[in-house]
């Protein structure tokens, strides 16, 4: 006389679910992720009704408002350049630019006076110098959406 177990152990795995989670969790991190801002230094942009945006990142240039200056800063730790070390700074940084758009991105604070911001322009003319009239690069000032 054969005993049949009546409570049998099912040894599969049903994925669906998982894949549910899987997939919210996905939506979650995306969205997430563009909420960070990629600003390293911590600034106050002037206002612009322009809707233009550049879509990739070239070389950037912070002046924070305590007039330090940021070439290209990577995450917070990023340390000042000291004006006098712009020029070489920048150098290398057009070395290492890939784009085929020749743009400095300048990130200043809204508190920070013309001055400073002529003064960058003058070292941009004086890193101009060295390149010809068609791969110079331009100067776009960076505002905040009103």
């Given at each position: 006389m054969a005993?049949?177990?009546q409570n049998r152990?099912?040894?599969t795995f049903s994925a669906t679910s998982m894949s549910d989670l899987v997939f919210l969790l996905l939506i979650f991190f995306m969205?997430?992720?563009t909420m960070i801002s990629p600003n390293a230094i911590?600034?106050?942009?002037p206002k612009s009704t322009a809707d233009k945006q550049l879509s990739n990142r070239?070389?950037?240039v912070y002046i924070d408002?305590?007039?330090?200056?940021?070439?290209?800063?990577e995450g917070s730790a990023a340390q000042p350049t000291p004006y006098e070390e712009l020029l070489p700074v920048l150098m290398g940084a057009v070395e290492k630019d890939a784009?085929?758009?020749k743009n400095i991105i300048l990130r200043a604070d809204k508190s920070v006076p013309i001055e400073n911001v002529v003064a960058l322009m003058d070292v941009l003319n004086e890193l101009n110098e060295?390149?010809?009239e068609e791969e110079r690069y331009k100067m776009v000032l960076a505002t905040e959406a009103k």
């Open positions: 005993i049949k177990m152990i099912d040894t969205l997430t992720s911590n600034l106050v942009l070239q070389l950037e408002a305590d007039l330090n200056y940021y070439v290209n800063p784009s085929a758009q060295n390149f010809p």
